[in-house]
């Protein structure tokens, strides 16, 4: 099935909003709702229905009968990556930014990142964040050291997140660098872009100020909620991806270290291996786990130990610990 596309007449937008959408029926809404209540007005949200068997698209299209400013793409089935670059092969506006269709936004967001990028003339303008979830809400602070691209290129593998959330980005960069979306992951994609842009001598600016909810735990639908062994095989794709892409880079090994040590960590925390499946995935990145300094030094150690055989002791404690909390 070929993407739906809506042509929209007149003048390009300020800003493109995009929202992959699967299976998002319960808190599609909100999260919609949310952007058309921006205080700026000049913005399109393109709306991709990635095949969602539930009731999202009809929920897409309602928004598009009721506001212009909706332009809804149905596709089929192809993951995450695939539905953002979509969206971002139909946008129109100067600047574009990402939601997830089970988290919602600030009304100021878009007059607020958009007059920063104005003002500095910036290809990419950061900001901080929220993360919301059964404890309540955590305010996160994203101000890099600097604001070199080297420099935000290398946190992004230490203390900033690599979502495409908090950034807006000017859509022009990501035709001069060549930068897509890669079909073949569907979980950290927007670090994958983030990186392929802060390759190059982007002008990036930061404004101190929170303006997007990530709602974590919301979603049973997210890769991050199950792990198998075809989850094993995506997370080794990505570190192939990210290996080839900072190849030669300063940001090399620390970038290969930090995923990694996310990809045994991940599996750690699944518990679907035995000891000596774990040595067998794991062992030849024991290395890199001192070279990540984002897990604790605790998380380290039970990985580094993982490694020689402790596997499923140290899982039982850390299950343990879970329940107690």
Known sequence: MENKVEKSGGPAPKVSVIVPVYKAEKYLRKCVDSILAQTFRDFEVLLVDDGSPDKSGEICEEYAKKDPRVRVFHKENGGVSSARQCGLDNARGEYTIHADPDDWVEPKMLEELYAKAKAEDADMVICDYYVNDRRGQRYVRQQPSALDHETVLRELFQQLHGSCCNKLVRRACYREYNVSFPLEISFCEDVYVNVSLLKHAIKVVYHPKAYYHYVNGNN????????????????????????????????????FAHFAVMSMSRAFDAGIYTNKEFIILFSDYRSYIKKDPVPSLIRRASLWLSCVGLYRPLLKLYKLKKKML
Do not use: F, W
Request: a negative charge; proline letters at 6%.
């Open 220 to 255: 049973p639908n997210s890769i991050v909620r199950s792990y198998t062994q075809a989850t094993y095989d995506h997370d080794m794709r990505l570190l192939g991806l990210l290996d080839k892409l900072t190849q030669g880079m300063p940001c090399h090994d620390l970038c």
